[in-house]
C-alpha cells in the first residue's frame, strides 16, 4: 500500500509570529520552522499503516527551501522518501491554491491513500482537507480519529460536536486525522542517520503539472487587506483568596449581570 | 437585492444560535435565504422568520448521508442558480470543510474562522493566539465564509421564510464517503461547547478525573464545559472538549479557566472571549494577564464558593 502524507511546515507557535508589511503574508524569516504538530500524527498513522499493510510512505510538502528541514524530520520519523514541491510562483498561495496545487502534484505520485493533519496552527483554515478531496475527487475521510483499512476498502470514525461518525469508503481516499489518533514517535539516533540518505525529489511548477496562473499571491482567491495588532485587553482585577474570592468573583459576574 | 445563502446549523430541528447570527449578518449583505437539510424544516421554520430569512430552501436528509460533499454540491449550485452574492456558514469544524468544497465548485476564494464581517464582505480574523486582527475579502467568485459561533449579535426581523424544495441531485462522486453510524458520547444536556454563551473550563490544576467541581460551576450558570489539553491528556475530560489551538475555538461572553495557566496555545481558543476569569494558585500564571477578574488561589476552595454564591443569586 502506498501512502502519501502531508507534511507542512509552520513557524513554531512558541516563537513571535509576524505577518510581512509588503505584502501581508507571512513572515517565514521571522521564526523558527517546524513541522506543523498535526502533521506529526498524520505521519505516525502513515507509518502505522505501512506496518499493518506493507508499502511505502513518501512525504510530500510544499514550501520554500528552508522546508527541507521539515522533511528530513519527516524523514527520520520512518518515512521512506519525500517529494518538495517547491517554486518562487508558489509564494503566498491560500489554502485553496494550496489544496490545487497539492493536488497537482499528487497526481504525479502514486498513492492508494493520503494522510494529512486536519488544520495547521498557523493559518487554521481547516479546509485543505476537504477541498483536496474535491479536487482529486477522491473520497473525504476528514477529521478521523481512528482508521482502518481493510483490503480496499477504509473506515474512519470521523470526529463531530456529539461523539463521531463512521464513514466507509473505498481507497484511493483522502484522510486527515486529529490528535487523539496516536502518539507520534520520535526518531531514533539509527533513523536521523539513515534518513539524511533517503531521496529527496525535487518537483516545481511545470514538473507537478501546476497552472501559474492558479497559484501564488498575485492570482490569490483571497487579499488580507490589512492587519494589526489586536487592542491589549484593559487590565483587570486580580485579587488574593483571603477565604472569600468566590463570592467576589459572584459580585463580579453580577455587576456585568452574568447572574 | 441579491440573496445570501445561509447554511442552517440545526439538530433534529432545533435551529443553533449561530444561525440567527449567521441570519442578522447576511441582511447586511442581501436579502437571507436559509438552506436546510435535513427533516424539522417545518417546525425550525418560525426561528429563521424570526431573523428575517425571506426563503427556506429544503434539502432532504438523504444530504446529510455523506461526508460534506453533497452540502457543497447544494450551496454550489443553489447559489449558481439564484445568482446569490454571499455564501454564509457556520465555522465549526464541518462547517469550514463545506464552505472550501464549495468555493472550489464555485471557483471562488473561501474565508473561514471568521470573527466578524460587514456588509461590504471585509472580513475580520483574529490570528497568531489573538495578537493579531486582519481583514480580509474574497477575490474571486462568490465569497463563501465561514463564520465563529458568537461573532455577530443575533437581531431579530422579520421574514417570510417562504418554503421552496430544492431539486439538486446527488452526484455519484458526492457520495464516496459514507456515514453508516453515528455514535454519541455522554456529555450531558450542556451547551454546545463552541456555541455556548458561558464556558467553563478546568485545566491540570483540576487534579484528576473527577471534574465535578467544574461541572457543578458550569450547571450553575447554564455553561458548557471545557478543558486545557493537559487536561485531555491526562485522560480526565474527552478530548472533543479541548480548547485551544489543536482543540475548539470559542468565543463566548463569559470565559471561566479553573487551574489552566493560559499557555499561548490555550489562549489561541480563548483569547475572542469577550469576559475572561480565571482561578490560579499562581499569581504569575499568564492567564491573569488577560483576564477581567481574576483570583488568586486553590479553585478546590474558590469555585465551590461561586458555585453556592451563585445558587444563592438564583
Ligand atoms: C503545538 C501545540 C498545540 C497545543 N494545543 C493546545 C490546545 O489546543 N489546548 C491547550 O489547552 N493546550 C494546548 N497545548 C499545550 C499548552 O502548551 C499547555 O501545555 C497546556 O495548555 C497546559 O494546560 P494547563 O494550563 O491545564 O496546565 P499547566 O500549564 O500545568 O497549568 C496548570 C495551572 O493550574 C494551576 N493550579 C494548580 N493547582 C491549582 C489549584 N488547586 N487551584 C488553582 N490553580 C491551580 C497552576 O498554578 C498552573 O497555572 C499545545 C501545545 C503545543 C506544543
Ligand atoms: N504547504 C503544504 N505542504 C504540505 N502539506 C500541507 C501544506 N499546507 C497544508 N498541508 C496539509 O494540510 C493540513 C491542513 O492544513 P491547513 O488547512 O493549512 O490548516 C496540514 O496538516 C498538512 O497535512
Redesign the interface.
Known sequence: MNIVVLVKQVPDTATERKLRAADNTLDREASDGVINELCEYAIEEALQLKEKHGGEVTVLTMGPDKATDSIRKALSMGADKAVHLNDDALHGSDALQTAYALAQALRTLEFDIVVMGSESTDARTGVVGAALAEYLGLPQLTLAGKVDVDGGAIKIQRQTDYGYDVVEAALPAVVSVVEKINEPRYPSFKLIMQAKKKPVTKLDLAGAGIDAAKVGLANATTTTVDFAAAPPRAAGVIVKDEGGGGAQIAEFLAEKKFV | MAEVLVLVDHVDGDVKKVTAELLTAARRIGEPAAVWVGDGAAAGKERLAEYGAAKVYVAPAEFDDY???PK?ELLASLAQEKGAAAILVSA???G??????T???LG??????VVGIDGEL?AEH????????????????VPVIAVRPNSVSAEPAEGAAAEEAVSVQISD?AK??????????A?GDRP???EAA?VVSGGRGVGSEDFSVVEALADS?GAAVGASRAAVDSGWYP??F?VG???KTVSP??YIALGISGA??HR?GMQTSK???A?NKD?EAPL?E?????????LH??????????AK??
Open positions: 461526508v460534506v460533499a457543497a465549526s469544524t464541518e469550514k470543510e463545506i464552505a472550501g468544497r468555493a472550489v465548485k471562488s476564494g473561501v474565508l473561514t474562522d471585509v483574529s490570528v497568531f493566539g489573538g495578537s493579531t486582527l486582519t481583514h480580509a475579502k474574497v477575490a474571486a467568485g462522486d464516496a464517503a459514507k456515514v453508516v453510524e453515528r455514535v454519541a458520547q456529555k454546545e461547547l463552541a458561558i450558570l478530548n472533543q479541548q489551538q489543536t482543540g461572553n463569559l499561548i496555545q489561541a469576559t475572561i476569569v482561578v499569581p491573569l488577560i483576564s477581567d477578574f481574576a483570583v488568586v488561589g486553590d476552595k474558590v469555585a465551590p464558593q461561586l458555585t453556592e454564591e451563585i443569586r438564583r
